[in-house]
């Protein structure tokens, strides 16, 4: 099993993913680095799974736009703020940034889950909310952000779905398989 350190730099690892990074996740003969990638691939790979809405609804625009909001200001805005890399104090340094300041982030977030729906985009769930939850969940975790009722409420929903706790409960095992 790869660990994370020195054997996730090693030459042979950069020869998957230069970025030294997990997951890499393979299917068939493919080989996948960066989870946006791997989400969307699963969701149009799994039709049947219904992880993505249908093509040419209404949903499916909501969809693409969440997985790349998820993978863009979402992610990063929290991580830069955690980390103390980007206080944005002039409109200048704002319209550098791809998110501004994370304080839009969690307005946007807070604005679209406002609106009664129980999932990013409508009232099924997909694929996009599961990109989505995690950095909101990490950066609720680390102190980051803070969520009104309703985004607290889409955290809960997606944390307490079955599959979310039996994926918890695997990473758990294996976690606990390495210590
Ligand atoms: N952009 C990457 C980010 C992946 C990422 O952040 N991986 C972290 C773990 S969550 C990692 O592998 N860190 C180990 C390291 O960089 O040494 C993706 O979407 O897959």
Request: charged share 20%; aromatic share 8%; with cysteine.
């Amino acid at each position: 099993m790869l660990a994370f350190g020195p054997q996730m730099k090693s030459a042979d690892y950069l020869a998957t993913n230069p970025m030294g990074e997990v997951p890499v996740p393979e299917h068939g003969e493919a080989i996948f680095t960066e989870v946006a990638a791997c989400r969307a691939y699963l969701a149009s790979t799994f039709p049947e799974r219904r992880l993505s809405p249908a093509p040419g609804t209404v949903e499916i625009t909501a969809y693409h736009r969440w997985m790349l909001f998820a993978a863009g200001p979402c992610e990063t805005a929290p991580t830069n703020v955690s980390l103390g890399l980007h206080v944005p104090d002039s409109p200048q340094a704002q319209g550098r940034s791809g998110y501004g300041l994370l304080q839009s982030v969690i307005d946007t977030l807070r604005g679209i889950l406002g609106d009664g729906r129980d999932y990013i985009t409508g009232n099924s769930f997909s694929r996009a909310d599961v990109y989505l939850g995690s950095p909101i969940q990490w950066g609720v975790k680390f102190g980051c952000m803070t969520l009104a009722s309703e985004n607290g409420e889409y955290l809960y929903r997606l944390t307490s779905r079955p599959a979310a706790i039996r994926a918890r409960a695997l990473d758990d095992a294996l976690l606990s398989s390495q210590d």
